[in-house]
C-alpha cells in the first residue's frame, strides 16, 4: 500500500491523488468509575483502532474508508466495523452524489465529532447506530450545504423480542450545514422508521461559534414516536473550548436530556430509539487536552464527568475520571518525510 501511494497522480484525469489519506489512528484510556466493580470500562484499556483511506479515482470520483480493526466480527452484517466506505461522484463544483456506507446525516455537533474525539458523552449518543448503508444528493454553495439522503434507519439494530435485527426499515434526511464567519450550524430534519413500520421524527439544532481561541457549540434535539410527544423527548447540549496556548487546552461540557413520552410501551417495536420512556439524565464534566508542539500528533487527555441518571423513582450518579492518548501514524507524512 506505501508503494502504490507514492504513484504520481498523472496517471489520473485530475491532480487529485489516489491516496489523499492514508493513516492508522489508535486511542488508549485509564478509566476510573465510581462503580468499577460492575464496570466493563473500569481499568486500562484500548479503545479505538481505526484506519482512513481515501483519496481520488479520478474523472470526478472520490471514495472514502474508515474500519474500526478489532478482533471480534460484526453481528449484523459483513460491513458492521466499518463506518465509512461510500464513492462520491462530484458532478459539477456544486453538485455531489454519494453512495455506500456513511453517516446518517443528522445535525449536532455531538453528533458530528469523531467517536475518537468524544470523552463522554449523552444517552442518545451511546444509542444512536448512525453508520447506515444509502445514498445522498447534495448541494455546496459559498460555505452552504444543503443535502437528503435515504439510508437505513438506525432501527436496523433494535433488538426484537426474538433477537433477531430488522433490515427493512428506512430513513429520510434534510440536513443543512451553513457558515458565516464565525457562526456555524448543522441542523437537520429527520424521519426514523421504526419496527413496528412507523416513523420517529427528529429535528437537531446544531449552532456553534468559533473564534481564535475559543469556540462554542449548543445542541437542541428533539424527537416524537407519537403525535402528542411534542416537548416531551429532547436533549440539550453544549461544550466549550479555551485554547490556552502551547498545545494546551481545556474545555467543560454539559448536557441535559429526558424522555416523558406518554405512548404505551408495552410492545418492544413501540420503543424510543434513543432514550428509555420515562427517564431523565444529566451529565457535566471537565477536562484537559495537550499536543505537544514536537509531535502534534499524540494529544493527551484528562477529564472526569457525572452522569445523574433517573427512571421512574430510581435516581444513579456515576462519576467517571479518565486519562488517556491519541496519536496518528499518517503514512503520507511519513513518506514525505
Given at each position: 500500500m506505501l508503494a502504490v501511494a507514492t504513484i504520481s497522480a498523472n496517471a489520473q484525469s485530475d491532480s487529485k491523488p489516489l491516496f489523499g489519506e492514508f493513516k492508522l489512528e489508535a486511542r488508549a484510556d485509564f478509566n476510573y468509575s465510581q462503580h468499577e466493580s460492575d464496570d466493563p470500562l473500569y481499568g486500562f484499556r484500548g479503545r479505538y483502532f481505526n484506519l482512513h483511506l481515501g483519496g481520488s479515482l479520478g474523472n470526478g470520483f472520490d471514495?472514502?474508508?474508515?474500519?474500526?480493526?478489532?478482533a471480534k466480527p460484526g453481528t449484523v452484517g459483513l460491513f458492521d466495523n466499518t463506518d465509512f466506505l461510500y464513492l462520491s461522484y462530484n458532478v459539477s463544483?456544486?453538485?455531489?452524489?454519494?453512495?455506500?456506507?456513511?453517516?446518517?446525516?443528522?445535525?449536532?455537533?455531538?453528533?458530528d465529532a469523531r467517536p475518537i474525539d468524544v470523552y463522554?458523552?449523552?444517552?442518545?449518543?451511546?444509542?444512536?447506530?448512525?453508520?447506515?448503508?444509502?445514498?445522498?444528493?447534495?448541494?455546496?454553495?459559498d460555505g452552504q450545504t444543503f443535502m437528503f439522503q435515504v439510508a437505513?434507519?438506525?432501527?436496523?439494530?433494535?433488538?426484537?423480542?426474538?433477537?433477531?435485527?430488522?433490515?427493512?426499515?428506512l430513513s429520510y434526511n434534510l440536513y443543512w450545514a451553513g457558515s458565516a464567519g464565525p457562526v456555524q450550524t448543522l441542523w437537520s430534519a429527520n424521519l426514523f422508521q421504526r419496527d413496528d413500520g412507523n416513523y420517529m421524527g427528529y429535528i437537531a439544532l446544531g449552532n456553534r461559534l468559533d473564534f481564535n481561541h475559543w469556540a462554542i457549540y449548543v445542541d437542541l434535539i428533539h424527537h416524537s414516536v407519537a403525535a402528542d410527544d411534542w416537548g416531551k423527548n429532547y436533549c440539550l447540549?453544549?461544550?466549550?473550548?479555551?485554547?490556552?496556548?502551547?498545545?494546551?487546552s481545556c474545555f467543560v461540557k454539559g448536557a441535559y436530556e429526558q424522555n416523558k413520552s406518554d405512548e404505551d410501551l408495552t410492545t418492544f417495536a413501540a420503543l424510543d430509539l434513543f432514550?428509555?420512556?420515562?427517564?431523565?439524565?444529566?451529565?457535566?464534566?471537565?477536562?484537559?487536552?495537550?499536543?505537544?508542539?514536537?509531535?502534534?500528533d499524540a494529544r493527551l487527555h484528562a477529564f472526569f464527568a457525572n452522569r445523574k441518571s433517573t427512571l421512574g423513582n430510581?435516581?444513579?450518579?456515576?462519576?467517571t475520571a479518565n486519562?488517556?492518548?491519541t496519536w496518528d501514524i499518517n503514512f503520507l507524512k511519513l513518506k514525505r518525510k
Open positions: 471514495y472514502y474508508l474508515r474500519q474500526r480493526l478489532i463544483p456544486h453538485f455531489r452524489l454519494r453512495a455506500g456506507k456513511d453517516a446518517l446525516a443528522v445535525g449536532g455537533y455531538e453528533y463522554f458523552n449523552t444517552t442518545y449518543w451511546d444509542n444512536f447506530y448512525c453508520f447506515q448503508i444509502g445514498f445522498s444528493a447534495a448541494y455546496i454553495n437505513n434507519s438506525p432501527a436496523v439494530h433494535s433488538l426484537s423480542p426474538n433477537f433477531n435485527f430488522a433490515t427493512n426499515r447540549v453544549s461544550r466549550l473550548d479555551l485554547k490556552l496556548g502551547h498545545g494546551l432514550v428509555p420512556a420515562g427517564s431523565s439524565y444529566l451529565l457535566y464534566g471537565a477536562g484537559l487536552e495537550y499536543r505537544p508542539d514536537r509531535c502534534p430510581i435516581e444513579t450518579n456515576d462519576l486519562i488517556g492518548v
